[in-house]
């Protein structure tokens, strides 16, 4: 999915944020503003912060810009046997719905923005 991404389109038509640590990237997140929600198209940390609290903060700051936004919604998607499952729930998402693609399971989640 990522590594087949146009990061042309990417850059032009999403937010790109990226969080550092001793002037080295530490984390990055992609987001996608929609006519109904906002969409988190990618998040992820480098192993050497991994349970650090980069990746709660980098969520909270979508959460953050949703609310300006005034977007009603956070949606994703990840695939079935994600480690991150369990902490999107941990941190509002809940299950949409689920999509059979016969090698995978994508997992839809969203999470409403109070």
Not at 70 to 78: D, Q, S
Request: aromatic fraction near 8%; charged fraction near 25%; hydrophobic fraction near 45%.
């Amino acid at each position: 999915m990522p590594l087949g991404w146009d990061y042309g389109e990417i850059f032009a038509n999403c937010e790109v944020w990226m969080c550092s640590r001793d002037d080295k990237p530490a984390g990055v997140l992609i987001l996608r503003r929609q006519k109904d929600d906002l969409y988190l198209e990618s998040i992820a940390t480098t192993p050497a912060v991994a349970g650090m609290g980069y990746g709660r903060a980098m969520m909270a700051g979508v959460f953050n810009r949703a609310h300006a936004l005034t977007a009603p919604e956070i949606r994703l998607k990840t695939h079935a046997l994600n480690p991150a499952l369990d902490w999107y729930r941990r941190l509002g998402f809940e299950i949409e719905r689920e999509e059979d693609l016969g090698s995978r399971t994508v997992i839809h989640m969203v999470a409403r923005v109070s």
